[in-house]
């Protein structure tokens, strides 16, 4: 057994013991494949560790990444693909998914995988040579748009978000087939297991957190943050956000209430901060840069937010236009032990003069998340209803609007 091999058969150990590997077929994959091939250049210690391994960016921004191997685990589970089946992959990048993809469907099967960037398609086909798997169809093109030629498709998968379940993939599934994405639902990329049904609504089989680039070309959104001042900005959950009205809200900071459960960094992120995007119309993130070396005790909002990857984060709702400046933020309790993993005691602070009615607001959301279970992605059942098929809402937690579909949010169970 060579270094690689070595290497490799570590980290799929790994990832067995850590339960992620959902069948026997994905993991005879994730031993077969080597995915050193895929990364030429990159030292074996990285191309096997539990790490996604960038492979191209535009200006400092990550465009095409080899995905953590854990989180394509847990993805490969999610498709549940059989022998035989026909299958799409958009965001082909080095072309390691889909070469674990064809050896799971077999030689009965096919796999197709597009990217929009012509030289990371050459990439992949050298890759895939390299690596002697021969059946897999590349194709440089827009995603977005499905590749229609080799539909239908038993599973769809994109390995890159998406803000949107757009018609085309809808249209190119076979009947119950399967359609997995990152799909961002108000500011929270959650990848989904969507199974489409003989109604024409698509109905999620599993819901996982996740973080992947997102779609370039026809089907891309932005999900920049408005700079706010003091190196931090705010990413609204869904419409706009007036940044003169969150600054004048910040330089007006007011009194902080208690909130009566402590938080880690998850339960802030995907816990509470999903929970507050899905069911308040004014939510919104906020991130500060990484800690600045030079001023590492900043004023103001900055100081008080919460260390989540090295960077401070928080959550909170922001006044509507009309209602003039206003905010309310949750932020870590001066008592907080920050050597300590935490969860952490958190207060809601207002700022401005519309601030002390959000605070209520989110201290009643922050009750009901609470009596609901502190649900996290995983907890959220999701039906996706094209436009012109009609599912009722009923007993749905939340329903968002998109420009192709309505999605329903319930509670799994409820
Ligand atoms: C996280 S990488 C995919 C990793 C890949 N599955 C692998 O195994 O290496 C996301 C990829 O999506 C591609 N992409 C972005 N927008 C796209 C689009 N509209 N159509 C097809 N591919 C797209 C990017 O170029 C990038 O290579």
Redesign the pocket.
């Known amino acids: 057994m060579g270094a690689a091999d070595r290497a490799r058969a570590r980290l799929v150990d790994g990832l067995h013991d850590s339960g992620r590997l959902g069948s026997a077929a994905v993991e005879e994959a994730f031993r077969t494949v080597p995915r050193h091939l895929?990364l030429p250049g990159v030292p074996l210690a990285r191309a096997y560790a539990d790490e996604a391994v960038a492979v191209?960016a535009v200006d400092g921004v990550t465009?095409?990444?080899?995905?953590q191997p854990s989180m394509m685990a847990i993805m490969l589970a999610q498709l549940d693909l059989r022998p035989g089946h026909r299958v799409l992959?958009?965001?082909?990048?080095?072309?390691?998914?889909?070469a674990l993809m064809a050896r799971i469907v077999g030689p009965q099967g096919h796999v197709i995988a597009?990217?929009?960037?012509e030289e990371?398609v050459d990439g992949a086909a050298r890759h895939l040579a390299a690596s002697g798997v021969h059946d897999v169809e590349l194709v440089c093109?827009?995603?977005?748009l499905g590749h229609p030629a080799g539909a239908p498709y038993d599973r769809i998968i994109l390995?890159?978000g998406s803000g949107e379940v757009r018609p085309e993939w809808i249209a190119q599934l076979a009947p119950r087939g399967r359609l997995l994405l990152p799909l961002a639902l108000r500011g929270t990329q959650l990848s989904v297991a969507l199974d489409l049904g003989a109604d024409g609504a698509l109905r999620s089989a599993s819901v996982h957190r996740c973080a992947?680039?997102r779609?370039?070309?026809v089907?891309a959104t932005s999900e920049t943050g408005v700079p706010v001042g003091g190196g931090v900005s705010v990413l609204p959950a869904g419409g706009v956000v007036r940044p003169e009205l969150v600054r004048a809200a910040l330089a007006a900071p007011g009194p902080a209430r208690h909130l009566p459960e402590p938080l880690s960094a998850a339960d802030l992120w995907d816990g509470l901060g999903m929970w507050l995007a899905l069911t308040e119309p004014g939510a919104c993130r906020f991130l500060a840069g990484p800690v600045d070396p030079d001023d590492p005790d900043p004023d103001g909002l900055p100081a008080e937010l919460m260390p989540v990857r090295g960077r401070g984060a928080g959550i909170g709702l922001a006044a509507d236009a009309s209602a003039g400046p206003g905010l309310a933020v949750v932020v870590l309790d001066p008592v907080a032990d920050l050597g300590t993993r935490g969860p952490w005691p958190v207060r809601v602070r207002a700022f401005g003069p519309a601030g002390d009615a959000l605070t209520e607001r989110l201290l009643a959301a922050a009750v009901a998340w609470v009596n609901a279970g502190r649900p996290i992605p995983e907890d959220l059942r999701l039906t996706v209803v094209p436009r012109g098929v009609e599912v009722p809402p009923a007993g749905a937690r939340a329903v968002v609007e998109q420009e192709h579909c309505r999605v329903l949010v319930h509670l799994s169970p409820d």
């Open positions: 895929f191209q465009t095409s990444s080899a995905s992959e958009v965001g082909a990048g080095t072309g390691y998914n889909a597009v990217d929009i960037d990371l093109g827009d995603g977005a390995t890159v992947f680039v779609l370039r070309g089907g």
